[in-house]
């Protein structure tokens, strides 16, 4: 059901991805051991709920403060990579799932990373 209520940054294909791989990885950690609910199971769904959540925080601000979120949001993307590569050594996860996941934030990072030039030329040429 769609909501009544709508927000721009919600238009943002990169925030729409980044909301999906959140909920690709809530899916992942449910597999994980117990042993991790607090530990690695908590950081990895920390780090990629904070994609999303970074981008919506920056959105509202001025470029400057997008950029500085866009940022977080790329730091918490690369955090992810950490995550899902210990997830494997670890066989909480196979080999195809951590090759999806690092696709997804391969995907994400690059989209962030052009979204973030393209503000940060934007600036340069609109001072």
């Known amino acids: 059901m769609k909501s009544n209520y ?35 199971s908590s950081q990895f769904r920390r780090a990629a709920d904070s994609i999303a959540l ?5 959105y509202p601000g001025s470029d400057a403060q997008f950029v ?17 590569t210990k997830a494997k050594r670890r066989k909480y996860v196979s080999f195809e799932q951590n090759e999806n996941n690092r696709k997804l934030i391969s995907e994400l990072t690059k989209m962030m990373s052009s979204l973030r030039n393209k503000i940060i030329e934007r600036n340069k040429t609109n001072p």
């Open 54 to 58: 970074n981008l919506a925080e920056g």
């Open 68 to 84: 500085k979120h866009i940022n977080h949001a790329i730091h918490s993307a690369n955090e992810c990579v950490s995550c899902s």
């Open 6 to 40: 709508h927000f721009k940054f919600e238009d943002l294909i990169v925030y729409q991805k980044a909301m999906d791989f959140g909920e690709v990885v809530d899916e992942q950690v449910k597999q994980f051991p117990n042993h991790e609910l607090y530990a690695l």
